[in-house]
């Protein structure tokens, strides 16, 4: 008795003493974890991955996925930027290109045009080491997508002179589109961390190829797209003979010799300081180091510090009263990758603060990695797991495996799987990189409205007028219905409601090896209306879970397993929404789940946060007072006339520091009780769990909320557009090419209008290629819909070669007008457009990150998961009187704003092409 007594006695002892420790430290409340149980469980996630080498040296990868209905290609050739020749910097990215020329004069459509008319999407990319095909196609379309893709690997022997000069020209126009002084200053910064020599640090491309020919195209895809440097990777829904159909296409391809690609040699050993003007907001300190490549076998430990960089060099200088803001970024590429952690200072003179502060994270990050591995949990990145979640990504990972060396690991059948070395020495290869004693340091001071020297110009050399390839249809076809397309198999929705008006949408997908949950709140911005501003912003971004708080020793076990098992947090807020994410590992979606709801439930505002804040706000309006460069007023003067001079939505982008500076914990605490309620409120959880458990979970986790909802939101005033058309020109002195703006106050309804908004847009998408495959005079216009409480906006944006910009802004204008008159000439045109956004709707996207992407989306616009296939059957059966009536509200005259932003002299020329006198702002 006396022993179990003493013990008793010393037990209390020890826990008084843990109270005087702990002093005046807040007790925690204990998290409800429901049927939640924390032990070990098995990380696996089972892929089936074919790697094969074909007779003529291309190496083959095949992966089916689950449920799928679509096939994605991919096709990588090892040559890029790199292996331009001497004199011809641009030729790999011109004979891109160039490729899809193949095969096209009078009689025949060409390489490109036949896969655009099988692909729901396409599209290629060049780097400094690399050339990347991508095309999604309906199942059926394999056999033919193939066939064209072995087309292209078998060689040029011409290509049609007007159309490669056209290309060329786009490709000179896509050089001028990224030419600006941020990407100048980005170039400076590569040649501070690798050298002015290296691939890195050159342009894809530039004015060497104004006279380039293509002779010159088409020996480079002779020479250099050989079998035997490609890489082709098929995923989807592959038929049982997908192997013997590579082999009949791909691998009918005769050998050729393959050129070896310049190596890329790793980053050059740091120098002195370098200073550099950009157009940054604040004085900008970059600690640039160098990771070991991708495909080496200690580059997991790099990788490791690289996604936890960026967290504890906040945490650092959230303490510091000269640290704005931090970013941490990878620059370079994969050969030869550079982490960049970033800090904005108040002065220039913090540089070696900076550096300092990055040292420290470096060590904090280390420690903790350390901790965690001798603990039994090894770190875990979402990156590759997420990029094979997505089928427009999958297969790029894949090829990026295969190029790195690891297609055993990758046929191993299991992405969980270590690849390479332990952890230890993943570990000691980290540490021995990420040092700042291997850094370069880069300073970037504020220079707005000035342009660097190594900006060039690449002015096309000729205007064309050519007429774009279409699918020939059949326009009679526009009078009947169109037949559904078979699209994806798609994953099932449960939706259902909890007693507390919390609506819940369960989204299981077994071939996804993650679990997104998301919870959407009704509020957002616009919610404002006598409340500081900011503050919903401030609010989900300044919520964290409460770590700082003493648990329960029968509790605390619990809450360090929870907070262990990579739950990765992110929020958004919108003008009508607040968005909470929590993601992770499918085989922890249970944990994941219960952080989201704990952080809701019990998340705190830090006073160190919301100091930080202060401070932050404090340094941009001193900032703000001491700026010489007035914001410009472009923007400003468009939306005025989208919505009326008055409008709240005209007046955003004005500085509110002042009322962050004044905003409290109290004041954020007060935003979070009244706001995030469960009733009106949708909770998502998408990817690979067990609905029955799921469905339990959430019933214990969420179904004691109480049955409340948020405020009524204030009124936004309605749109009133000014009467136009209104013309606007805004100077811009740097500027390398035009941007033109044509931007539409939309009458139309998004929900009852959206087959035919959907039909319009792609008849706007196809009309307006004449800029760029007509005319060569752009890289390419985007046409969107943009739908906010006051109204809708349709708007169409494109860069254009400043030569060109009178003729390419009347050619928009007559496409906009024709389409708005309607006729016979638009019937044709009517077909394609509506069977595109078939095609395109019923295709989806699956993976649990994109299916709670569109979810979000829906319950955003207060739409329920049954919209998708609603909108395709009102699709399927719109007629060309229903979009000539949209055309004629969303596109007339009269709520029209043109704006070119280019220099004054351009801007005036343009202008003086329609004969019109513009309203000038800067």
């Known amino acids: 008795m006396r022993r179990r007594a003493n013990r008793y006695v010393v037990a209390m002892a020890m826990e008084m003493v843990a109270v005087v420790a702990v002093g005046c430290a807040r007790w925690a409340r204990e998290p409800r974890f429901g049927p939640l149980v924390a032990g070990p469980r098995a990380e696996r996630f089972a892929v089936d991955v074919r790697v094969r080498t074909l007779a003529n040296g291309a190496q083959v990868a095949l992966a089916a996925i689950p449920g799928e209905a679509d096939v994605t290609i991919d096709v990588r050739y090892r040559v890029g930027a790199a292996d331009d020749p001497p004199g011809r910097r641009g030729l790999a990215h011109l004979a891109e290109h160039a490729s899809f020329l193949l095969d096209r004069d009078a009689t025949h459509a060409g390489l490109g045009d036949a896969l655009a008319a099988l692909a729901l999407r396409h599209g290629a990319s060049t780097t400094a080491a690399r050339t990347h095909y991508a095309a999604r196609v309906p199942a059926a379309a394999l056999p033919a997508a193939l066939a064209l ?183 370079g590429g994969p050969q030869a990758p550079a982490l960049v952690a970033a800090l904005e200072v108040t002065s220039p003179d913090h540089a070696a603060d900076a550096r300092a502060a990055v040292q420290a994270a470096l060590a904090a990050v280390q420690a903790a990695l350390r901790a965690d591995v001798d603990a039994g949990h090894p770190p875990r990145s979402l990156a590759p797991l997420a990029a094979w979640d997505d089928d427009d990504r999958r297969g790029a990972w894949i ?247 008055d409008h709240p939505y005209a007046q955003r982008g004005r500085p509110i520091a002042d009322a962050l500076e004044a905003l409290t914990g109290a004041d954020l605490e007060r935003w979070r009780r009244a706001r995030y309620r469960a009733t009106g409120a949708t909770l998502i959880v998408s990817g690979g769990f067990d609905p029955a458990a799921m469905r339990a979970e959430i019933d214990a986790l969420f179904g004691p909320w109480p049955a409340s909802a948020p405020p009524v939101p204030p009124a936004i005033p309605p749109a009133a557009p000014e009467p136009g058309p209104a013309w606007l020109a805004v100077d811009a002195p740097t500027a390398i090419q035009a941007e033109l703006t044509i931007g539409f106050a939309a009458s139309s309804d998004p929900v009852a209008d959206g087959a035919a908004r959907a039909v319009l847009q792609a008849m706007l998408d196809d009309g307006l290629r004449d800029l760029r495959d007509g005319m060569g005079a752009s890289y390419g216009v985007d046409v969107a819909y943009a739908d906010a409480g006051a109204g809708s906006t349709l708007m169409i944006r494109g860069a254009v070669a400043e030569a060109q910009a009178g003729p390419a802004l009347a050619r928009a204008l007559a496409t906009i007008a024709a389409l708005r008159d309607g006729g016979d000439a638009t019937r044709a045109a009517f077909v394609r457009a509506r069977q595109r956004a078939l095609d395109r709707l019923a295709a989806g996207r699956r993976g649990a990150i994109a299916a709670a992407d569109h979810l979000a989306d829906l319950a955003r616009r207060g739409l329920g998961p049954d919209h998708d296939a609603a909108l395709l059957t009102r699709l399927a059966v719109t007629t060309p009187a229903d979009v000539a009536a949209l055309a004629a509200l969303d596109l007339a005259p009269a709520r029209m704003a043109v704006q070119v932003r280019a220099r004054a002299a351009v801007a005036d020329a343009a202008f003086a092409a329609l004969h019109v006198a513009p309203t000038h702002a800067r």
């Open 149 to 331: 893709e072995a087309r292209r690997m078998a060689g040029c022997g011409e290509l049609p002179a007007a159309d490669f000069d056209r290309e060329r020209d786009v490709v000179l126009a896509e050089h001028d589109q990224r030419a600006t002084p941020f990407t100048a200053a980005l170039t400076d910064v590569l040649v501070a961390a690798y050298g002015a020599d290296h691939p890195y640090a050159q342009p894809l491309d530039g004015p060497e190829l104004r006279d380039a020919t293509a002779a010159e195209a088409c020996r480079f895809l002779r020479e250099r797209y050989a079998p035997g440097a490609a890489i082709v990777v098929v995923t989807g829904a592959l038929p049982p003979d997908a192997l013997a159909l590579v082999d009949r296409t791909i691998g009918a391809v005769p050998a050729r010799p393959v050129h070896a690609s310049r190596s890329i040699p790793a980053a050059a050993a740091p120098g002195p300081t370098v200073t550099r003007a950009a157009p940054v907001a604040w004085p900008t300190v970059l600690v640039v180091l160098p990771l070991p490549a991708r495909g080496s076998p200690l580059a997991r430990g790099g990788g490791a510090v690289r996604d936890r960089l960026g967290d504890a060099l906040a945490v650092i200088a959230q303490a510091e009263p000269w640290a704005i803001g931090t970013t941490v970024l990878e620059l």
């Open 399 to 645: 090829a990026d495996a295969l190029d790195d060396g690891r297609a055993a690991w990758l046929a191993g059948g299991d992405l969980l799987a270590e690849d390479g070395a332990g952890w230890p020495a993943q570990l000691d290869a980290a540490a021995a990189f990420a040092t700042v004693a291997r850094a370069q340091l880069v300073v970037l001071t504020p220079a707005a409205g000035t342009a660097s020297a190594t900006v060039a110009r690449a002015a096309p050399l000729a205007q064309h007028s050519q007429v774009p390839w279409r699918e020939a249809v059949d326009p009679a076809r526009a009078d009947r219905p169109a037949t559904l397309p078979l699209g994806a198999t798609r994953t099932a929705i449960e939706r259902y409601q909890l007693a507390s008006g919390l609506t819940v949408l369960l989204a299981p997908d077994a071939a996804s090896p993650l679990v997104d949950a998301r919870l959407v709140f009704p509020v957002g911005t616009a919610h404002e209306a006598g409340a500081p501003p900011g503050v919903a912003t401030a609010a989900a971004l300044l919520l964290r879970p409460d770590r700082d708080g003493v648990y329960a020793p029968a509790v605390l076990p619990r809450v360090t397993f929870a907070t262990t098992r990579g739950t990765a947090l992110t929020n958004l807020v919108d003008e009508a929404t607040t968005t909470f994410t929590a993601r992770g590992l499918a085989v922890w979606a249970d944990w994941h789940v219960w952080y989201l709801a704990w952080l809701l439930e019990q998340g705190r505002y830090n006073r160190a946060d919301v100091a930080r804040m202060h401070a932050v706000a404090h340094a941009e309006r001193a900032r703000a007072a001491t700026t010489a460069a007035a914001a410009s007023t472009g923007d400003r003067a468009l939306r005025a006339r989208l919505f009326g001079a």
